[in-house]
């Protein structure tokens, strides 16, 4: 994001990154095992057949020692005939009216699809206890925690008694901030404007830090309080993975009014040239993609407090919107499965790291926030190029001039190198290629380059040399004219934030529609 930042510097307060909305599960995980039900049902001395009778029993316990009765004793219990109905709003209607201040704020009560247990028959006629889906009550608690305010905690009444919590980062920031007396302005879970914007990047830094094994323990406690003495002797912790996370970043400019002519401009050339590599590339995909590659769906929404397009690939998303003064770019993450990290095996921690999925534990968490941060800044160092005000003039004419190549270590005068000219067939290949996303990640190659530049496959043994040769021609042209960096001890290069504004400008003057050009020139 230093791109982007060194852009903007003059229109931009502050910036914020971490995590927005975590959804949590827990899960008895010995229960989803073939035989997990029934090693229970054995335990505890009770027939398969008498399953239901038992169960049932089991959900009187549970919902006798839950916060059920002391929310009706504080008129802050409903029930709720549809699962349709917004859960969200109905606790802040309840807060309101009862002016809630900290600490339990209602439960509700619901019947909703879930995955449980019922008996059933098997091939010999035997009954046995299985897996499916079906419906039962859950219970939402809501509170205003003293450490992560607004949240809430679902529990599932009949077996396997799953959990889930929902919580915001930037809710719990809002928390910190009180806590430590840091002034801001705030509007729904965006901060317009804040007194120490490092400040407050540091307390959500903080929260990375967080025993979340430990936290979310404690929550189950709460709502929860049976557990494990109702399963006994079978005595199972509760396993706990992230069902969703999204990591924001939002920029703060100083007013709407410099943000809104920037991000009408992103939005359109987001939406006609942001495709399904780009996308790939800003979450951080740096193999070759040539066949096969995932749809992208991208969806565009306006609104009275802002805009917004969202671009899907299979369960995750990564959208771009404003909200009055703030550009927010934000990733989602539905399932981990579709995105690698650098890491270690768990069974074998002291090897070395490598490319591997993303888990659903708690453990990768920093892993998540790390692709998250790492993908919006990526998406908007994309945007840079795209915001360009000087005449293509002042971009394009020093590169149409010779320049001294790069000399290395020798003391020998360096060569002038050939000016480029952005408009001819070969200097307009070499430009594209190297601004490709893809190279954002890990840098490009002589031999990434020769693939771009040279499609087919070679003639004779000779000729792969000689396209290597000529890339490495064209490689020391354009570090000539800077449009490219070397990265130290490597063979690889980049593509710095300055030189691709100028490459964006270039390609699409190549690509524009003369009667436009002209028309908007007048």
């Given at each position: ?220 406690k709460q709502v929860h309080p049976l557990h494990p003495r109702l399963l006994a002797p079978m005595r199972l912790p509760y396993n706990w993975t992230v069902f ?228 490495t021609y064209l490689l020391r042209l354009l570090r000539a004219h800077g449009l490219l960096e070397k990265i130290g001890g490597t063979h690889r290069y980049q ?28």
């Open positions: 994001m230093k791109g982007f930042l060194q852009r903007f510097a003059l229109f931009v307060c502050g910036v914020l990154q971490g995590f927005d909305r975590l959804v949590f599960k827990g899960r008895l995980q010995r229960l989803y095992c073939p035989e997990g039900m029934h090693t229970l049902l054995a335990l505890q001395h009770v027939p398969r057949g008498e399953f239901k009778t038992y169960a049932a029993g089991v959900t009187t316990k549970l919902l006798a020692a839950s916060l059920v009765s002391q929310a009706k004793k504080m008129q802050r219990f409903r029930y709720l005939n549809s699962s349709n109905v917004s859960k969200e709003e109905t606790a802040r209607e309840i807060a309101a009216a009862h002016r809630v201040k900290e600490g339990l704020v209602c439960v509700l009560q619901c019947l909703e699809p879930c995955w449980t247990f019922q008996k059933r028959k098997n091939a010999d006629d035997d009954w046995e206890i299985r897996g499916e889906s079906g419906r039962c009550s859950h219970l939402y608690h809501y509170f205003l925690h003293p450490k992560f305010g607004w949240m809430y905690v679902r529990l599932q009444t009949w077996f396997p008694f799953d959990i889930q919590v929902g919580i915001n980062g930037r809710e719990w920031l809002a928390r910190q901030m009180d806590q430590h007396g840091l002034k801001y302005e705030r509007s729904d879970n965006k901060f317009l404007w804040i007194e120490d914007w490092q400040h407050a990047q540091e307390l959500l830094s903080e929260q990375l830090q967080t025993d979340w094994g430990h936290e979310l323990d404690i929550l189950q969703q996370s999204e990591w924001a970043t939002d920029v703060a400019f100083a007013s709407e009014e410099m943000l809104q002519p920037y991000m009408d401009r992103w939005l359109r050339q987001a939406f006609l040239n942001h495709h399904t590599i780009d996308v790939l590339r800003f979450l951080g995909r740096s193999e070759r993609i040539t066949k096969n590659a995932p749809h992208l769906e991208t969806s565009f929404y306006d609104r009275f407090d802002g805009k917004r397009i969202k671009h899907w690939l299979y369960e995750n998303s990564l959208k771009l919107y404003s909200h009055h003064n703030i550009l927010r770019s934000e990733v989602t993450i539905n399932n981990p499965y579709r995105i690698m990290v650098l890491r270690r095996a768990q069974n074998d921690p002291k090897f070395a790291p490598l490319w591997r999925v993303l888990r659903r534990g708690i453990i990768d968490l920093p892993h998540r926030a790390e692709v998250g941060k790492q993908a919006n800044e990526r998406h908007l160092d994309a945007l840079v190029s795209l915001a360009e005000t000087r005449p293509l003039k002042e971009l394009a004419e020093p590169l149409t001039r010779r320049a001294p190549a790069p000399n290395g270590k020798s003391a020998k005068p360096a060569r002038q190198g050939r000016g480029l000219n952005p408009l001819a067939a070969e200097d307009g290949a070499l430009l594209a290629a190297i601004s490709d996303p893809k190279w954002m990640i890990q840098g490009l190659r002589n031999r990434d380059v020769v693939s771009c530049l040279y499609p087919q496959q070679a003639e004779s043994a000779a000729e792969p040399r000689r396209r290597s040769a000529h890339v593509v710095p934030a300055a030189a691709r504004i100028k490459i964006q400008a270039l390609l699409a003057v190549r690509n524009v529609n003369t009667d436009e050009l002209t028309s908007k020139a007048a």
